[in-house]
């Protein structure tokens, strides 16, 4: 098959690598260092199981990008806008557009940014991997899932194919008839973990292991899940309890990319999980304090830390 990775970041190269690797044909739309390190030798995929090489064609300019039979598109959501004309090149060319982002308003984000919703397929990923150089990502844990599935409710042929695809570059991919619901459950996970670590500053475990961080965590569920049913969202009856099972059995020192990004004190994606949240909230009438709190205390934090990163900059 022919694919198209929109975002040569940590997922997207992994997952270009990984179906380049297995013999489908690969171009990556990139940028500054990536790309030249595409052109000039690849990407290096590692893995806990080894490492390999994966040859792919790359380039920077949106009309370079031919006819596909699905583009992966891969970025950070706050970089959704930015690498729209490439999303919208791509659907009129017949490709089929598969976004592996955060939150549950890509879809619309698309639509407004003039993508046909026709062209927009529900995905969903969970994998640990780190951009480690320009061309090189790893890898870091056992998990690469990923789930594909029509936002109509069908299992299509499309859906089918780009499946196998997955499958046959030794990915854990499978269709889904209810992708909403899967990325709204996505969604609960990312968005409570990413509020309540960021709000503590902290790794996973150091919460776990007090009581009122436990029950910081437990409240940030419990919000999200409540906010999904009052969007009619048919999440099963146990989810809180089945989030808070994923967050249990989390590596103590592990961290959201959200807490990454915060510490680094570059964008972060507050808007699209507890910002949508607060949103949401509004809209249905639910209360929902712990993403509220999140939502505001995490923007001014960030703003004041960029302020003194530049003072600092300007002043040595």
Same mark, same amino acid.
């Given at each position: 098959?022919?694919?198209?990775? %929109?975002?040569?970041?940590? !997922? #997207?190269?992994?997952? $270009?690598?990984?179906?380049? =690797?297995? +013999?489908?044909? *690969?171009?990556? @739309? ?112 056992? %998990?690469?899932?990923?789930? !594909? #599935?029509?936002?109509? $409710?069908?299992?299509?042929? =499309?859906? +089918?194919?780009? *499946?196998?695809? @997955? ?132 923007? *001014? ?16």
């Amino acid at each position: 098959m022919k694919v198209v990775v %929109l975002g040569a970041g940590a !997922v #997207g190269a992994y997952y $270009g690598g990984q179906l380049a =690797r297995a +013999g489908h044909e *690969v171009t990556c @739309f990139a940028r500054g260092a990536t790309l030249a390190a595409l052109r000039e030798r690849g990407l290096e995929i590692r893995t806990p199981e080894g490492a390999f090489p994966a040859r792919v064609a790359a380039t920077d300019r949106v009309e370079a990008l031919g006819s596909a039979d699905f583009a992966i598109l891969a970025v950070k959501s706050y970089s959704l806008e930015p690498i729209a004309p490439a999303v919208r090149h791509c659907a009129q060319q017949g490709t089929a557009v598969v976004p592996l982002l955060n939150g549950v308003e890509t879809l619309e984000r698309l639509v407004q940014l003039g993508v046909p919703p026709a062209a927009v397929i529900g995905g969903l990923t969970t994998i640990s991997v780190v951009r480690a150089a320009p061309g090189v990502v790893e890898r870091r844990g056992p %998990l690469q899932i990923v789930v !594909v #599935g029509e936002f109509a $409710g069908r299992i299509t042929e =499309r859906v +089918g194919r780009i *499946v196998a695809a @997955f499958r046959e570059a030794g990915v854990d991919a499978r269709a889904s008839d209810h992708i909403r619901v899967e990325l709204w459950q996505k969604f609960v996970f990312i968005a409570a973990l990413a509020a309540a670590c960021g709000l503590a500053r902290s790794p996973v475990g150091a919460l776990r292991a007090q009581r009122l961080g436990r029950r910081l965590l437990e409240r940030a569920i419990a919000e999200v899940v409540a906010v999904a049913r009052a969007r009619g969202i048919a999440l099963p009856a146990n989810e809180a309890a089945r989030v808070l099972g994923l967050i249990d059995g989390l590596p103590a020192v592990m961290k959201p990319s959200f807490l990454v990004d915060l510490e680094a004190g570059g964008p972060t994606e507050l808007e699209t999980l507890s910002g949508a949240v607060a949103r949401f909230a509004e809209e249905g009438g639910v209360a929902t304090p712990i993403h509220d709190t999140a939502t505001v205390a995490l923007d *001014v934090s960030n703003r004041n830390l960029s302020r003194i990163a530049d003072t600092t900059l300007t002043r040595s």
